[in-house]
C-alpha cells in the first residue's frame, strides 16, 4: 500500500518472478488492463480485468472463487491496483474484500498479494498487520 509512484507494481513485478519460481502451483495476476504482458514470466496466468467488467467488490470474490474453483493448482494470486480494478478509492469495502482474501487464503491455500493506491495512513491496525 502506498501513494502512486511509491514503487508498488515494481515490487510486485518482482514478487510474481519469485513466485513462479519457488511454488509448484500455477500463478495467476490480475491486473485492470494488460500492461505487464512483457514484464513477467509467460507462464504466469495474466487476467486484464477490464475483459470481464470487475465493477466492485462482490463481483471481484466471485471471479476469484471461480479461478479456484476452475484451477485448484492456483497457489498465489496478485491483484495489481485493486482500487483501478473495482474504480473505487480506499475504503470500508476495501478492507472488508482484504479480510475476505485472508479468510480465503486460509481455508483454500491460496496466497493473496496486492498493491492499494493509497495512503497507508488509511489503513486500519489490522490492515497494517497484514504489510
Given at each position: 500500500?502506498?501513494?502512486?509512484g511509491s514503487?508498488?507494481?515494481?515490487k510486485?513485478?518482482?514478487?510474481?518472478?519469485?513466485?513462479?519460481?519457488?511454488?509448484?502451483?500455477?500463478?495467476?495476476?490480475?491486473?485492470?488492463?494488460?500492461?505487464?504482458?512483457?514484464?513477467?514470466?509467460?507462464?504466469?496466468?495474466?487476467?486484464?480485468?477490464?475483459?470481464?467488467?470487475?465493477?466492485?467488490y462482490?463481483?471481484?470474490?466471485?471471479?476469484?472463487?471461480?479461478?479456484?474453483?476452475g484451477?485448484?493448482?492456483?497457489?498465489?494470486?496478485?491483484?495489481?491496483?485493486?482500487?483501478?480494478?473495482?474504480?473505487?478509492?480506499?475504503?470500508?469495502?476495501?478492507?472488508?474484500?482484504v479480510?475476505?482474501?485472508?479468510?480465503?487464503?486460509?481455508?483454500?491455500k491460496?496466497?493473496?498479494?496486492?498493491?492499494?493506491?493509497?495512503?497507508?495512513?488509511?489503513?486500519?491496525?489490522?490492515?497494517?498487520?497484514l504489510?
Amino acid at each position: 500500500m502506498g501513494l502512486k509512484g511509491s514503487g508498488k507494481t515494481k515490487k510486485l513485478i518482482e514478487l510474481i518472478k519469485e513466485a513462479e519460481t519457488a511454488e509448484n502451483g500455477n500463478v495467476v495476476c490480475i491486473e485492470r488492463k494488460p500492461q505487464l504482458t512483457y514484464d513477467i514470466p509467460y507462464s504466469v496466468r495474466l487476467i486484464a480485468a477490464s475483459d470481464y467488467n470487475l465493477v466492485n467488490y462482490d463481483v471481484l470474490k466471485g471471479f476469484v472463487s471461480g479461478l479456484h474453483a476452475g484451477n485448484y493448482d492456483i497457489t498465489h494470486i496478485f491483484i495489481d491496483n485493486l482500487f483501478k480494478i473495482v474504480d473505487r478509492a480506499y475504503d470500508a469495502d476495501a478492507e472488508e474484500f482484504v479480510k475476505w482474501c485472508v479468510a480465503f487464503s486460509e481455508k483454500e491455500k491460496v496466497n493473496f498479494t496486492m498493491t492499494l493506491s493509497a495512503d497507508v495512513e488509511l489503513a486500519s491496525d489490522e490492515i497494517k498487520q497484514l504489510f
